[in-house]
């Protein structure tokens, strides 16, 4: 079992930048890879950004591209999503998440394994 812990979330103005943190514990990040998914009211959970465990590689939602960056620090166990130049489109809960096996770009909700309960987003303009 693998328990996910998001942080840093906020009220930003449009244009400005927050750093998310999602600490896992239980189990170690071994065998798993991780994303970034989000969650508007009234809207799907979509994903935004995903990272192996090594780091070297990562995809992102053409919405976020060049904005955001995901990044991972396996001596804390954590993965950080750098949040920048916010629009209001982007208020929204933000969820870690962590899926078993190797990285493969999975951008699909219902292909992960573990959740954390989310840290709010919101943009004001």
């Known amino acids: 079992q693998v328990q996910l812990v998001e942080s840093g979330g906020g009220l930003v103005q449009a244009g400005g930048s927050l750093r998310l943190s999602c600490a896992a514990s239980?189990?170690?990040?071994?065998?798993?890879?991780m994303a970034w998914f989000r969650q508007a009211p009234g809207k799907e959970r979509e994903f935004v950004t995903s990272i192996s465990l090594s780091g070297r590689s990562t995809s992102y939602a053409a919405s976020v591209k060049d904005r955001f960056i995901i990044s991972i620090d396996n001596a804390k166990n954590t993965v950080y999503l750098q949040v920048n130049s916010l629009k209001p489109e982007d208020t929204a809960v933000y969820y870690c998440?962590?899926?078993?096996?190797?990285?493969?770009?999975?951008?699909?909700?219902?292909?992960?394994?573990?959740w954390g309960q989310g840290t709010q987003v919101t943009v004001s303009s």
């Open positions: 239980g189990r170690t990040f071994s065998s798993y890879a």
């Open positions: 998440a962590a899926t078993r096996g190797p990285y493969r770009d999975s951008r699909v909700a219902h292909e992960y394994d573990y």
